[in-house]
């Protein structure tokens, strides 16, 4: 996995990884055009993705295989397609998919052939709004930026078992352990073509591995529709930004029934997985008359930045997708600890990325619905009383339903990583609704993050942070709530324009224009010296800056968009980062005492 250099190479699912991974990314015509998925961009409503292949013989000998005796199925994955889709292989309908950022799969087994498959995925992206759809606008401008269309992450075929097959796992950790969740695919009902005949009986041998992949702890199950195991390693290492520690884990199921002989020649072996997880635990602690965020007890400073997940050659995912690293290393070169994920869900890769470079991660959830830039930006911008209060719109069932689903999904697909330390529900009122209720329901369902209601403003009564938005000037914040955090979730955003690294664009966006690095060093560390510093000691506990490069008209960047220029002293920003951590922990150390 870490020695990708092209998406061909990446495998799309790092927590629940199999040998058999057979990426579709050569070969793709979109509207009679050859090109390659997932990276090449387009923003076209009505898109014909169609791929003409060969099975490899590993998966060629399962479609030969008559149906009643496969022991293995085939299933292909779509990591992410914009907006609304429907499937076909070799003319028989499959299934459809709604919902631009989330992952899909199909069991295609019965449909294929050894030779000259035909897949054909019709797409459709009128940007409706009831569903996720972020910053994209038909009319790119300022903060709204060009419209993501069609297959924009992996395509991939898997070849499974048909019994015995790990579905779903779901790590829960603290600091001694933790708590595995393993899902079969009993727990769907089972798969249809499996063996004939009596059950199989299976087990799982679930290892633990270190980080030189020796096996230090090993545990066996009798595999049912959900094994629920208890895992502590000896002498727990825990995971922390300068010290992202991971474990490996590796889940085998078998057959009991296998005969010696075909035991000892590993043939009893249904299914392998490789995961990994860390020991960390993510609690919202007082110190003194405040409420910290703490990582493994311990009361941490979020010294982020804004990352809208945007780039200049691949657009909404790198060409390159050894990128997501470079971007994560760009950041904590300048001390920075946590990306905010703004409106957008990436692919695993980037989520992995900052599993193993200790780079915490603030995700939001995809807004959706409408969004007035009078009532949602420049009036609670300008004006204070605006902040707290505007009448919401009724909110259309079909809109809320597909809400729910888009947040739960969201939810699933992050929860192993131990980079996530939090989630944003709703940013400065963009669709916003039931604030509430959504963060009721988000505790409920995951209750191990910390939860951010209301980005900016229009807050309610539930929350974990008193989040706040500030630009164009600088101020000491009010003290913090009793049972909130305080989070300035975005601030900054000076422009700089650097000639040479900007798209063609009439008009230029920021918050405030610079022209050279040391002019824009110096507003960054005036806001830093006239509003975070002197905040801490009101319970402010952590900073987003806006933003990690610049995007299309946006020039607000601490790179540019193709990332070829650094546009601030990165030193001289590191050296600001320590003496924020100084400054909290102190405050941290103050507040216990008192």
Known sequence: MEKYEDWSEVYPRPQLRRDSFLPLTKGWKRNGKALR????????????????????????????????????????????????????????????????????????????????????????????????????SRRPHGMWYTQVSGIWQPVWLEAVPAKGRVERLKITPDLAGIDLEIETEAAAGGIRGTLPGEPVRYEALVEVLDAKESVILQREEALKDRIRIRLDPEQPHLWMPEDPYLYGLRIRTRRLRASKEAQEAGEDIADTVMSYFALRTVTLERRGRHLHPCLNGKAIFLNGVLDQGYFEDGFYLPADPREYRRDILRMKEMGFNLLRKHLKIEPEVFYYECDRQGMLVLQDMVSSGHYSFLFETALPTLISKTRTFRPLPKIAPRRHRIFLREMKGTMDLLYNHPCIVGYTIFNEGWGQFRADRLYDRGKQYDPTRFYDSTSGWFRGERSDVRSEHIYFRNEVLPPAPADQFLLLSECGGYSRPVPGHMTKVRRRYGYGRTDSEEALTRRIAEMYEEMVLPSIANGLSGVVLTQLSDVESEINGLYTFDRAVCKVNAGKLRELAERVYAAAAEAASENMET
Request: net charge negative.
């Open 37 to 136: 998925v997932p990276w090449e961009h387009t923003t076209e409503k009505h898109m014909v993705y169609e791929l003409s292949f060969d099975l490899p013989e590993e998966y060629a000998r399962i479609v030969r295989t008559y149906a009643g005796m496969r022991e293995k199925r085939i299933l292909l994955h779509f990591g992410a397609v914009d907006q609304v889709c429907s499937l076909t292989v070799n003319g028989q309908a499959v299934g459809s998919h709604a919902g631009g950022y989330l992952p899909f799969s199909f069991d295609v087994t019965e449909l294929l052939k050894e030779r000259e498959n035909r897949l054909v995925l019709t797409v459709a992206d009128t940007l409706d709004k009831s569903y996720g759809y972020g910053k994209q």
